[in-house]
């Protein structure tokens, strides 16, 4: 099982980017969902976004809504993380995961089945 991110980069204060994970097919579309952490320097990794590959319900956290949208390509096999209006706070290694639960669910804690590693996205101020 393999979970591939990918997108990040270097990106001024406003701008956007486009993460994407690739999910091995080996994960049952039908059961996961992936999610979208971030892991600032010094700080606690903490929950983004989740979407179930099945059904394309979504969740995002409070603290990025509005700025940050997640999606699905019609298989299932690609996650995407849309970042908008980015701020130097923002800066940080985000990492992808897959947990076979809801969306909601991810939401409430670290657990997950599955990490992909990391890629950092850096906004310069």
């Known amino acids: 099982v393999q979970l591939q991110a990918s997108g990040g980069g270097l990106v001024p204060t406003g701008g956007s980017l486009r993460l994407s994970c690739t999910v091995s097919d080996s994960i049952d579309s039908s059961r996961y969902s992936v999610g979208w952490f971030r892991q600032a320097s010094g700080s606690e990794r903490v929950f983004l976004a989740a979407?179930?590959?099945?059904?394309?319900?979504?969740y995002v956290s409070d603290s990025v809504k509005g700025r940050f949208t997640i999606s699905r390509d019609n298989s299932g096999n690609t996650v995407y993380l849309q970042m908008n209006n980015l701020n130097p706070e923002d800066t940080a290694v985000y990492y992808c995961a897959a947990r076979q639960t809801s969306a909601q669910t991810m939401a409430r804690s670290l657990l997950v089945d599955y990490w992909g590693q990391g890629t950092l996205v850096t906004v310069s101020s």
């Open positions: 979407i179930s590959r099945r059904s394309g319900i979504s």
